[in-house]
């Protein structure tokens, strides 16, 4: 089984800066099968990024997901007040297909 | 548009099954593999099976193997999951969701909160 661990845990920023959210794998994720989901609470996840740097329809260009292998990050460049919410990394490369344990981004 | 629609929330008691309904419209069900994942209470993400699109091949997560089972029908467009011998740690919300191209979850239900207490 693959593990993802996010970090940090909590990452208080304001908006208009910039964030950077980090998903490290176990093992290495194979093709860059690698997707990032932010969740708002009581809403289902919502696809960002899949296959590592692709952005999802609809997904606003200050997103950006970059990195190969075992390392990857997620990238807000301006945050905007929606942007405040639980990110987490998933690897659906191989079975089992897991998530990270998940990284709040909450106003400093 | 791409939307799928889960049932609504479900009571139960230690030991009782449940079983969820997804059903999918806005796109061309047959040729979707489908997910599940849970959501326990103030916790994280955890993926549960997937299975593929004509419904003959499935996968689980180790931890749930021999509870969950899901099945699928063309007709109604719709994917289901049940989970047996439930326990008051599967109280959690349950959503499905539909693979893409690079095997990410690009759509999901809104979900379905279970609880299991006696």
């Known amino acids: 089984e693959i593990v993802l661990t996010q970090s940090p845990g909590t990452l208080s920023l304001s908006p208009g800066e910039r964030a950077t959210l980090s998903c490290r794998a176990s093992q290495s994720v194979s093709s860059s099968y690698l997707g990032w989901y932010q969740q708002k609470p009581g809403q289902a996840p919502r696809l960002l990024i899949s296959?590592?740097?692709t952005r999802a329809t609809g997904i606003p260009d200050r997103f950006s997901g970059s990195g190969s292998g075992t390392d990857f990050t997620l990238t807000i460049s301006r945050l905007e007040p929606e942007d405040f919410a639980v990110y987490y990394c998933q690897q659906c490369g191989s079975s089992p297909y897991t998530f990270g344990q998940g990284t709040k981004l909450e106003f400093k | 548009q791409v939307q799928l629609v889960q049932s609504g929330a479900e009571v139960k008691k230690p030991g009782a099954s449940v079983k969820v309904s997804c059903r999918a419209s806005?796109?061309?069900?047959?040729?979707?593999?489908f997910h599940w994942v849970r959501q326990a209470p103030g916790q994280g993400l955890e993926w549960m099976g997937i299975i593929n699109p004509t419904g003959d091949v499935t996968t689980y997560a180790q931890k749930l193997q021999g509870r969950v089972t899901l099945t699928r029908h063309t007709s109604t467009s719709t994917v289901y999951m049940e989970v047996t011998s439930l326990r008051a740690d599967d109280t959690a919300v349950y959503y499905c969701a539909r693979r893409d191209l690079r095997g990410s979850f690009d759509s999901w239900g809104q979900g379905t909160l279970v609880t299991v207490s006696s």
């Open positions: 806005g796109f061309i069900f047959t040729n979707y593999y």
């Open positions: 296959g590592a740097s």
